[in-house]
């Protein structure tokens, strides 16, 4: 029988070759899954976080750019990495608008709920003993 069928095309094909198509359909599913989780995971947790305003400083600011090859176009994200009072530093994606405005050596108070940040109010003297 000449079905010319897409489920006859895997009637055909041995099985060895259905095992590892369909390994690969159950990993390309599972990580899109697990992306989709994560993100709802992390804007859960953000939503759920309270919105807290700390005195810090601008230890340093890093780009990434990816795409870019071919026909594709590039993308940029903007960091900037803050550090407290008591030595921690935490790093927050920015916009662009923000990753400019804001120097290295920077002190000020940063806003954030969770993993977002929410602006960064520059005060000019160090309000903490930075030895």
Do not use: W
Not at 43 to 68: D, F, M, P, W
Not at 107 to 115: A, D, E, Q, R, S
């Amino acid at each position: 029988m000449n079905d010319p069928s897409f489920v006859s095309l895997f009637g055909d094909m041995p099985v060895f070759m259905q095992f590892f198509f369909a390994i690969i359909v159950i990993l390309i599913v599972g990580g899109i899954v697990t992306g989709v989780a994560k993100a709802v995971s992390t804007g859960l947790s953000n939503q759920a976080a309270e919105l807290l305003t700390e005195y810090c400083h601008i230890v340093s600011k890093r780009t990434r750019v990816s795409g870019g090859d071919g026909d594709s176009s590039a993308s940029t994200s903007y960091y900037i990495t803050f550090e407290f009072a008591n030595r921690s530093r935490t790093e927050f994606r920015v916009t662009p608008r923000d990753y400019g405005l804001l120097a290295e050596g920077d002190y000020g108070y940063l806003t954030f709920k969770g993993t977002r940040f929410k602006g960064f109010d520059r005060h000019e003297q160090n309000q903490y003993d930075s030895n």
